[in-house]
């Protein structure tokens, strides 16, 4: 009787280490896809700074250019007022 209760003690452990294996293996799923889903917002913003660096300088250029158009028109505004006044 000794060895049936013995294997039937290693039985209830094999499902029990099943169990856990399988929760494991849960776990591990979810990790892989949370992984995955990180590993494409990397992506995207790796390819969003590479766009950024490349566009800047001309969006620098375009600032710049509209703050100088913005200042000469002031600046010709109030000359225009002065010659009026």
Not at 38 to 46: H, K, N, Y
């Amino acid at each position: 009787m000794a060895i049936l209760d013995v294997v039937e003690t290693g039985h209830e452990h094999v499902v029990d280490l099943r169990h856990e294996l399988d929760r494991v293996r849960g776990a591990l799923d979810r990790t892989d896809a949370v992984l995955g889903v990180t590993d494409d917002a990397l992506e995207r913003a790796e390819h969003a700074i590479e766009t950024s660096r490349r566009v800047s300088p001309y969006v620098l250029a375009a600032v710049g250019a509209a703050a100088i158009g913005v200042a000469a028109y002031l600046v010709w505004r109030s000359r225009r007022r002065r010659d009026d006044s």
